[in-house]
């Protein structure tokens, strides 16, 4: 899958799912521009709050989500056992 290209919405759902230690991405491109140069944007709550805790950009996300996700351990025989659990019981 192509985390970069992934929206907004979807990388902060699976931030918040797994917990990621990463703040959460501006919601456009527009906002990133306005509250990161100079003058009033950096005087906003969002920018003035501490370090751990600002917006930072959509890759930045996206990469922390990329790597959570290829360095998750998967054993195939249980996803096979809940797929063929949940086929059978749609409900």
């Known amino acids: 899958m192509s985390w970069t290209t992934a929206s ?16 959460a991405a501006f919601t456009s491109p527009y ?3 306005l509250l990161t140069n100079t003058g009033l944007g950096r005087q906003s709550p ?6 751990e805790k600002r917006r930072v950009a959509r890759e930045q996300v996206a990469m922390a989500v990329r790597k959570n996700f290829n ?6 025989t249980d996803v096979v056992v809940e797929m063929v659990y949940k086929v059978r019981h749609r409900g």
């Open 71 to 76: 360095g998750a351990a998967v054993s195939e």
């Open 8 to 23: 907004v919405p979807l990388l902060d759902r699976y931030r918040l799912a797994h917990h990621l230690p990463v703040p």
């Open 46 to 51: 969002t920018m003035a709050r501490r370090r």
């Open 31 to 33: 906002h990133l521009a």
